[in-house]
């Protein structure tokens, strides 16, 4: 299954002739045209990678790549056979790109001159690692300097509701290659709400995990905290080495509903000590990262469904332990519809919650 989010492009998908050398900064290997910058220095990324000059790898939902192109075609770089990928081109959807595999995709047929192009991971593939290679120009265009990155930054912490998990399938039906296809984390409502906001952002979301515990009680040795440092989520003691340039000036916490699905027989909990380990471990967690970002950094503690009253307690404690600049918000499900799979939100409802959410996140920072 594949969708199109925009009008394709003549020709696209087609590789133009391969001569010895491309304008632009590309070159070909073996047939295979490949940029010579580093990717990093030829595009505006937004997401965790791991940087390898040429290539980078990652493994979060919703990682972008910009880019300035010139000329009538471009080729994306790609090797990933578990995630899907929209490309973007001044701003309209002109492919989606299922499981891609590794292939250089080209759109081609596009007016001759300057124009933009975006890159973006739609679901989530944690079990697997994804690589990017960057852009080249199709013969007589160029790869331009790249954009510049944007001065607000946020980043979204969350489970299957922050990533988008079958927000587009329309039904709450879906079986797991449907959900797959139908998650589009790029229509999340973190994703809607930073660009209601003008700002680049990070979706670090893990579908079925919690802060304490994971839905209806499974891989009890793991939580949402096993991954958060890493960049790539299937390598064991990954770290993401910051650039340096990802410094949000707010951060969105949501986790917990799967914290607190039913309970299963056999599991180690009680309600009262689930709740009192999840508010602890939610502390601690809130403690992380005001170490990790500053006192400057606005922390968002969502309450949402049944962990709401423990969120407020959470932020609470923070506030009286002299901690101002953690903050609560609930997530009102007043005008949802659940219709994406398995009764997750749905894009509606991604939007009606980034329209929410950006109010709130405005009035917070002064934007």
């Not at 000059?53 to 990652?58: I, L, S």
């Not at 003691?237 to 340039?245: C, F, I, K, R, T």
């Not at 307690?313 to 519809?337: M, P």
């Amino acid at each position: 299954m594949t969708f199109s989010g925009g009008k394709p492009k003549p020709g696209r998908g087609t590789r133009p002739a391969a001569p010895a050398t491309v304008d632009g900064g590309s070159r070909y290997e073996l047939g295979r045209p490949v940029p010579v910058k580093g990717v990093s220095e030829q595009v505006h990324i937004a997401g965790r990678v791991k940087d390898l000059g040429k290539t980078v790898q990652f493994s979060w939902p919703g990682v972008y790549f910009e880019g300035r192109f010139r000329g009538t075609g471009l080729g994306v770089v790609l090797d990933c056979a578990a995630a899907d990928y929209d490309v973007q081109v001044d701003g309209a959807t002109v492919a989606t790109l299922v499981t891609p595999g590794d292939t250089t995709h080209w759109i081609n047929g596009l007016r001759d001159g300057e124009h933009t192009v975006r890159v973006v991971k739609r679901n989530d593939s944690s079990g697997d690692t994804s690589t990017f290679g960057g852009f080249v120009a199709a013969p007589g265009g160029a790869v331009l300097s790249k954009p510049a990155p944007r001065d607000r930054q946020i980043e979204f912490i969350g489970d299957s509701i922050t990533v988008g998990y079958g927000n587009v399938s329309g039904t709450r039906d879906c079986d797991p290659e449907q959900v797959k296809r139908n998650t589009n984390t790029d229509l999340s409502h973190g994703a809607l709400t930073a660009r209601q906001l003008k700002a680049d952002y990070q979706i670090n979301g893990l579908s079925g995990l919690g802060m304490v515990r994971n839905v209806a009680g499974i891989v009890p040795d793991i939580t949402y905290r096993t991954y958060y440092d890493r960049a790539l989520l299937n390598v064991d003691d990954d770290v993401w080495q910051n650039p340096g340039a990802w410094r949000p000036q707010i951060v969105v916490v949501n986790l917990g509903s799967n914290d607190f699905t039913d309970l299963t027989p056999g599991e180690p909990w009680t309600p009262v000590s689930l709740a009192a380990a999840y508010r602890t471990a939610y502390g601690e967690f809130l403690g992380t990262l005001r170490t990790r970002y500053g006192a400057d950094t606005a922390l968002v503690a969502v309450g949402f469904d049944r962990n709401a009253e423990h969120v407020r307690q959470v932020v609470e404690a923070c506030n009286d332990g002299g901690d101002s600049g953690v903050h609560y918000w609930f997530l009102d499900q007043s005008g949802l519809d659940f219709l994406g799979c398995d009764g997750h939100t749905s894009a509606h409802d991604d939007r009606v919650i980034a329209d929410r959410l950006a109010l709130f996140l405005r009035s917070l920072a002064g934007w």
